[in-house]
T-cell receptor, first 112, second 110 residues
Framework: LAKTTQPISMDSYEGQEVNITCSHN???????ITWYQQFPSQGPRFIIQ???TKVTNEVASLFIPADRKSSTLSLPRVSLSDTAVYYC?????????????FGKGTRLSVIA | EPEVTQTPSHQVTQMGQEVILRCVPI?????FYWYRQILGQKVEFLVS????????KSEIFDDQFSVERPDGSNFTLKIRSTKLEDSAMYFC????????FGPGTRLTVT
């Protein structure tokens, strides 16, 4: 499994765009990049998944450069409710049928 | 939106007692998981279950743990003789494509 490295914590003010970068230098050809969000005392929640270039959904965007050795989760105009831990995971395309390996994640604190 | 549910939300038990944590996965999902998260630590995989049998388990999932899908809806995790170090949040997840997690059961062993 490719090892991932992400900042331990980040702070942001409400209304700003937040970009969380994850390094995965040993990503394999078949690996996808998936991001999960975890609020305190809740289970992780799938946010977005991508393979290359850019993916966007109603929650976030995921930017993946051509070499795929890193990825950036972008949260537009964060609010206090976006305060959570964000996890970057790298693995096979169908993350539904394989165990997920979580790192320590990035603790995002949004300040009013 | 369908969701994974777990009961109880909080369980307090004495060391050495058996506990059963219950989960109701999303109804058309095929893969089921248990994870745990000790306070302040990472979410750790325990076991996966598919087609009525364990498909994969971690080193944490020793002989004290067992899982069962007794009917078409419930998925349970049993810890036979709890230890202090079993105190954690236990998350059930189910999936077709991406994994959906339940809200967790906080297990406190005293």
């Amino acid at each position: 499994l490719a090892k991932t490295t992400q900042p331990i914590s980040m702070d942001s003010y409400e209304g700003q765009e937040v970009n969380i970068t994850c390094s995965h230098n040993n990503i394999a050809t078949n690996d996808y990049i998936t991001w999960y969000q975890q609020f305190p005392s809740q289970g992780p929640r799938f946010i977005i998944q991508g393979y290359k270039t850019k993916v966007t959904n109603e929650v976030a965007s995921l930017f993946i450069p051509a070499d795929r050795k890193s990825s950036t989760l972008s949260l537009p105009r964060v609010s206090l409710s976006d305060t959570a831990v964000y996890y970057c995971l790298v693995g096979g395309p169908n993350s539904g049928n394989t165990p997920l390996v979580f790192g320590k994640g990035t603790r995002l604190s949004v300040i009013a | 939106e369908p969701e994974v549910t777990q009961t109880p939300s909080h369980q307090v038990t004495q060391m050495g007692q058996e506990v059963i944590l219950r989960c109701v996965p999303i109804s058309n999902h095929l893969y089921f998981y248990w994870y745990r998260q000790i306070l302040g630590q990472k979410v750790e995989f325990l076991v996966s279950f598919y087609n009525n049998e364990i498909s994969e388990k971690s080193e944490i999932f020793d002989d004290q743990f067992s899982v069962e899908r007794p009917d078409g809806s419930n998925f349970t995790l049993k810890i036979r003789s709890t230890k202090l170090e079993d105190s954690a949040m236990y998350f059930c997840a189910s999936s077709l494509n991406e994994q959906y997690f339940g809200p967790g059961t906080r297990l406190t062993v005293t």
